[in-house]
């Protein structure tokens, strides 16, 4: 957004030109209503941020101007899809729990008038969310053109890329058009191990402000999601649901395999390098699970990778991606200390300073966007969390798990298929009950990379990572009272992943063979595409059997 200024003549002219942009807001926040506690107070709130906004920004569409043709019409096309998954969320919530909507009760006006008031709510919020998405597409644009993570890319490496996300879309296309227990299935929870992928497709979590799962984990994900995938839910609106399924799941492979690619640059990768690691990451069990379930991990991760080499590879800081990587995974908050632009031994004080800014900054961004409830409900919200922490399973258990993620981030995991109370037949985890080997040699591996690389700032970015990942699935055991640690395979295993390929390299390196390091991870990589593969394939099988489109 434009930098503000708060002159009381100033803010006057201002409200002449942006006067509309309150208003729009409000009208969208109420096509968001949810039944959340406080999201009502969340709207005022929101709303008197919004009037303070226009008030003291210059006149919206000056700047708007300042954008190419092309981005624009993004942004319109963009806004359009957003708006669309408003009003299917306003609908389905008036089909379901009337009770909770503004205005709307049953008896009092019919479906139709609903649609017809929810389209009204849709139209006037175009305004609001086309500002919003184009000063994204603008900074985001910003944030790229400033950086140098294009520079040295050769022709055939881009090809490569081009390659495996063809290759992936076409797995995705081939396999939700067998089954839907990725994004439709009449269970909405837990048919694929722990995932919530049909309940988070089905209403839609990328487009929509209030989703059930964009709560305190993730209060911004609509926020930070919307931008790259809305014109894709747009363009899917004439077709069937799966369809839909298909163009929103390949708009994630294009952000997962930047991400990855983001993630080569940020340990110093050289083309050929970054190619081969981008090609051992997508021959793993993570990514192979991740291409197919319909999570909320991939924006996340994609996030994540752009604030650490922005901020550690291209040394520059800016609170838009640490509040991108924040907003839809409020655990990677962690990294706030690091998004201040002088260290702590500079000027404490001053780090102190600045990173409680940068933390207020955040909190006034989540209740711009009408999300008050978070703050609302935190101490309700904190103690419902606490079934998917492990303070009920032994220590020595949770080590035990966290040995098997080790393994399963590469490799696919010992799995069971297990009959739920309303007699659906899922695909689970088998219980951990032994020592894995493997994990416990990924991770030896994992300590030697680190141990042999100690001297590259890249070593301990996932060293710290790695670290990060023991505190929340061991000591804090999130995740191991369900047996679910599979779902976090991307956000923590890029670490492992890192580590395990600078540990080939630097062999490589010390016996002056460079090639031998790219022949054994090339090599890997194709075992583990089969292995991987075949695994996946028995997955698709059963789902097409219990779960046919």
């Known amino acids: 957004m434009p930098k503000m200024r708060f002159d009381t003549t100033y803010m006057a002219e201002n409200l002449k030109h942006n006067l509309l942009f309150p208003f729009s807001a409000v009208a969208f926040f109420v096509l968001s209503y949810s039944e959340f506690a406080g999201y009502g107070i969340g709207i005022i709130i929101a709303g008197l941020i919004a009037l303070l906004v226009a008030a003291g920004s210059p006149d919206f569409w000056k700047e708007i101007k300042k954008i190419s043709k092309l981005e624009l019409a993004y942004g319109a096309l963009c806004t359009a899809g957003v708006c669309l ?34 389209w009204l709510l849709a139209l006037l919020s175009f305004y609001f969310i086309f500002i919003y998405v184009c000063f994204f597409i603008r900074k985001i644009t910003a944030v790229l053109k400033a950086s140098s993570a294009f520079n040295g890319v050769t022709l055939w490496e881009s090809l490569l890329y081009a390659i495996i996300f063809l290759i992936t879309s076409g797995f995705i296309i081939y396999v939700f058009s067998t089954t839907d227990a990725f994004y439709w299935a009449k269970q909405y929870y837990d048919v694929i191990y722990t995932s919530d992928s049909p309940a988070i497709f089905r209403w839609n ?28 839910n747009l363009i899917s609106a004439p077709f069937f649901i799966t369809v839909k399924a298909m163009l929103l799941n390949i708009g994630q492979i294009a952000m997962l395999i930047f991400a990855n690619y983001l993630l080569a640059r940020l340990i110093g990768l050289s083309a050929c390098s970054r190619a081969v690691f981008v090609l051992l990451f997508s021959s793993t069990y993570t990514y192979m699970l991740f291409s197919l379930m319909m999570e909320q991990y991939i924006v996340a991760y994609f996030w994540l990778m752009l604030f650490l080499y922005e901020r550690f590879a291209e040394k520059r800081q800016d609170c838009f991606a640490l509040y991108g990587t924040g907003g839809t995974l409020l655990t990677s908050m962690v990294l706030l200390p690091f998004a201040a632009k002088k ?41 419902s969390f606490a079934r998917f922490t492990g303070t009920s399973v032994p220590i020595g258990e949770r080590v035990l798990q966290y040995l098997a993620f080790a393994r399963n981030v590469f490799l696919p995991p010992a799995a069971e298929i297990a009959m739920t109370d309303s007699g659906n037949l899922t695909w689970q985890l088998s219980a951990v009950t ?20 100690r001297k590259k700032q890249s ?20 995740g191991t009272a369900e047996n679910g640690l599979i779902l976090y395979s991307l956000y923590f295993g ?23 390091g790219t022949a054994v991870i090339v090599a890997f990589a194709a075992y583990l595409l089969v292995v991987n593969y075949t695994a996946v394939k028995s997955m698709v099988t059963f789902m097409t059997i219990y779960y046919p489109l």
């Open 343 to 383: 260290s702590a031994r500079e000027n404490i004080l001053e780090w102190i300073r600045e990173i409680i800014c940068i933390g207020i900054g955040f909190v006034i961004l989540i209740l711009a966007f009408c999300r008050f409830d978070v703050f609302y409900s935190l101490a309700e919200t904190v103690r």
């Open 434 to 453: 032994e020592i894995d080997y493997t994990g416990i040699a990924i991770l030896l591996l994992g300590i030697i990379s680190a141990v042999i690389n």
């Open 494 to 516: 890029w670490a492992l992943i890192a580590l395990m390929f600078q540990l080939v390299e630097e062999i490589g390196d010390l016996l002056h063979v460079r090639f031998l």
């Open 205 to 232: 979590a990328y487009m929509t402000l209030t989703h059930q799962q964009n709560d305190l984990r993730q209060p911004l994900f609509f926020v930070f999601s919307a931008p790259f995938l809305g014109v894709l």
């Open 459 to 478: 070593t301990w970015i996932l060293v710290g990572w790695w670290a990060y990942s023991v505190v929340i699935i061991v000591l804090l055991g999130w």
């Open 85 to 118: 998954a408003g009003h299917d969320s306003f609908i389905y919530l008036y089909r379901k729990r009337p009770e909770h909507l503004l205005f709307v009760r049953t008896g009092v006006i019919s479906e139709q008038k609903a649609s017809m008031f929810g």
